[in-house]
């Protein structure tokens, strides 16, 4: 009989061969044998994050669970979800049918429910049947006889902080009687604003501003992730070779935001101590929340400038810096703050916008450039979402980010943006000092071919070779390029 790491290693196999629905079979099929390994339900997840068209309509009790596990971040796995309840509701989802069918199965059923409580929905066709379900429920008042629908939608509002746009008759409608339980659909409620605090330069000040009422990342769980240690972390991208980095390390989370990242390298590297650092208030306090809930409470949340880290007193052993640096008023500068602070042998974790891939978003922003003058407020975030689904749904329907409030603003509104390309990071590597240990590629097909046509480049380090690739494949890192680089020293 074949074992669960035979099974697990052949999905992975046909993954990397573009046989994500081979794939998937052979990852349910370990998953079933053992429903609590790690392995099989990471695989399971990230494959059907990657395709979440592939058909998951027979193992909905499987989903459901994952939807629920602890293990699992749902964001993962929710669009399968989705797009396998938009195939069964089937003529119950068109505008023309009587909507109240189609509550009647919401309501009764167990998975849209599940869906709508664990995360925000990021299928564009779900969200427009359950806006216009949510609609109806408003304006003819039967949300009543749908408790756990209504409560189901008020949880998802909370996911996406009020994100799905509404018309002039249900905002009469809500200000009619804005303490019903409908309302909280529409309008839910959050912290007041933390205030800012003062930071010298203005483009700092106009970002913590931003982050201080929409903090973000928004996000309920993360993944779980194996634990290990910074040394044997880093080893995988030099063939194994010892970093001499200490056990008990220290790591450093840049921009933290709402903690997301210090989150998954706190279960990463159990035996370091993780401080996080953030300009906004509002984020640390979503942050220092989130941790909570999640056990993790070791996490040390900190208000500062990224320019100011040498004021923290202490070398870190890895830094992770994720969507920061772009936003910075000089991002090379603050880049260098980041690489003082960095220990000998230590290494960095960077992701930073692409000018190339970020094309769809200039494009999209074109199509709302009346509205990027206006000062921001949730209507404007919806009428942004409005506007964009109507007129440029291709551009923007597949990132996460559009898909609630302080996303679309930080997609699409940011108040200070300086995206890279490949030059630019040589470059500033070479100024700082600092070795390119990896770049990352989104997907296990792309990592293979990509060693077949470089079999020179083990490590994805021929800076040459991801230009000209991204130049073929201009939407290659619209997640962010995402590399890793060292400190000389040890």
Not at 403 to 424: C, I, K, N, T, W
Not at 449 to 465: G, I, L, V, W
């Given at each position: 009989?074949?074992s669960l790491?035979?099974?697990i290693g052949a999905?992975r196999?046909l993954d ?7 794939a998937?079979?052979l990852?349910?099929?370990a998953?079933?044998r053992?429903?609590?390994?790690l392995?099989?339900?990471?695989l399971?997840a990230a494959?059907?994050k ?7 309509s027979?193992r909905r009790?499987a989903?459901?669970r994952l939807?629920?596990d602890?293990?699992v971040?749902p ?14 509701w089937g003529?119950?989802a ?5 909507p109240?069918a189609?509550?009647r199965?919401?309501?009764?059923g ?5 869906l709508l ?7 564009l066709d779900a969200?427009i049947v359950l806006t216009?379900?949510?609609?109806w429920?408003?304006l ?5 006889e749908f408790?756990r ?6 949880a ?15 905002r009469?409608?809500l200000d009619l ?5 409908m ?9 007041a604003p ?12 106009r970002?913590?501003d931003?982050?201080r009422?929409?903090?973000y990342p928004?996000w ?10 910074i040394?044997r ?5 030099d063939?194994g ?10 790591v450093?989370?840049?921009g933290c935001?709402?903690g997301?990242?210090?989150?998954i390298?706190?279960?990463r590297f159990?035996?370091s101590?993780?401080?996080?650092i953030?300009v906004s208030?509002a984020s640390l306090?979503?942050a ?17 400038d ?6 923290l007193?202490r070398?870190?052993d ?5 969507g ?8 090379e500068?603050g880049?260098a ?8 042998g230590?290494a ?5 916008y692409?000018k190339?891939?970020r094309?769809n978003?200039?494009?999209a922003?074109?199509?709302i450039a009346?509205?990027?003058d206006r000062?921001?407020?949730d209507?404007l975030?919806r009428?942004v979402r409005?506007?964009?689904?109507d007129?440029g749904?291709r551009?923007i329907a597949?990132?996460?980010d559009f898909?609630s409030?302080a996303?679309v603003h930080?997609?699409?509104?940011h108040?200070?943006?300086?995206a890279?390309?490949v030059p ?9 000092g600092?070795?390119?240990?990896a770049?990352?590629l989104?997907t296990p097909?792309?990592r ?9 480049d083990?490590h994805?380090r ?6 000209a690739?991204e130049k ?7 997640g ?6 060292r400190k000389p020293g040890?």
């Amino acid at each position: 009989m074949t074992s669960l790491a035979e099974t697990i290693g052949a999905a992975r196999a046909l993954d990397e061969e573009g046989r994500p629905a081979d794939a998937l079979e052979l990852a349910w099929t370990a998953l079933e044998r053992a429903p609590d390994d790690l392995d099989a339900k990471r695989l399971v997840a990230a494959l059907l994050k990657r395709e979440p068209g592939l058909a998951v309509s027979d193992r909905r009790e499987a989903l459901e669970r994952l939807l629920s596990d602890p293990d699992v971040d749902p964001v993962q796995v929710a669009p399968a979800g989705w797009r396998s309840l938009l195939a069964e509701w089937g003529s119950l989802a068109d505008p023309s049918a009587e909507p109240g069918a189609l509550a009647r199965a919401v309501e009764s059923g167990t998975l849209a429910l599940r869906l709508l409580g664990e995360t925000h929905v990021t299928v564009l066709d779900a969200e427009i049947v359950l806006t216009r379900l949510r609609r109806w429920l408003l304006l003819s008042g039967r949300w009543r006889e749908f408790p756990r629908l209504t409560a189901a939608l008020a949880a998802q509002a909370v996911h996406n902080g009020g994100a799905w746009p509404f018309d002039d008759d249900e905002r009469e409608a809500l200000d009619l009687d804005p303490g019903a339980a409908m309302a909280v659909a529409y309008r839910p409620p959050r912290p007041a604003p933390a205030p800012t605090a003062e930071f010298i330069h203005p483009v700092t000040r106009r970002v913590a501003d931003q982050y201080r009422i929409w903090p973000y990342p928004t996000w309920s769980r993360v993944a779980a992730v194996a634990p290990t240690t910074i040394d044997r972390f880093l080893a995988k991208f030099d063939g194994g070779r010892a970093t001499g980095l200490p056990v008990a390390g220290e790591v450093l989370v840049a921009g933290c935001g709402t903690g997301r990242e210090a989150a998954i390298n706190a279960l990463r590297f159990p035996g370091s101590n993780v401080t996080g650092i953030d300009v906004s208030e509002a984020s640390l306090a979503y942050a220092a929340e989130r941790c909570r809930v999640l056990g993790l409470q070791r996490i040390d949340f900190r208000l500062l400038d990224l320019h100011k880290v040498g004021e923290l007193g202490r070398a870190f052993d890895y830094i992770i810096a994720s969507g920061v640096l772009h936003h910075l008023p000089d991002p090379e500068a603050g880049w260098a703050r980041l690489a003082e602070v960095l220990s000998p042998g230590g290494a960095m974790q960077v992701m930073l916008y692409s000018k190339i891939a970020r094309l769809n978003v200039r494009a999209a922003q074109s199509l709302i450039a009346d509205l990027r003058d206006r000062p921001v407020d949730d209507d404007l975030l919806r009428e942004v979402r409005r506007r964009l689904i109507d007129k440029g749904r291709r551009l923007i329907a597949g990132s996460t980010d559009f898909y609630s409030l302080a996303g679309v603003h930080d997609l699409l509104l940011h108040r200070h943006e300086d995206a890279f390309d490949v030059p630019r990071i040589v470059r500033a590597l070479d100024s700082l000092g600092l070795e390119l240990l990896a770049f990352d590629l989104p997907t296990p097909l792309a990592r293979a071919r990509y060693r077949r046509e470089h079999p020179h480049d083990p490590h994805f380090r021929d800076t040459a070779a991801w230009g000209a690739l991204e130049k073929r494949q201009p939407s290659l890192f619209s997640g962010m390029y995402k590399f890793w680089c060292r400190k000389p020293g040890r």
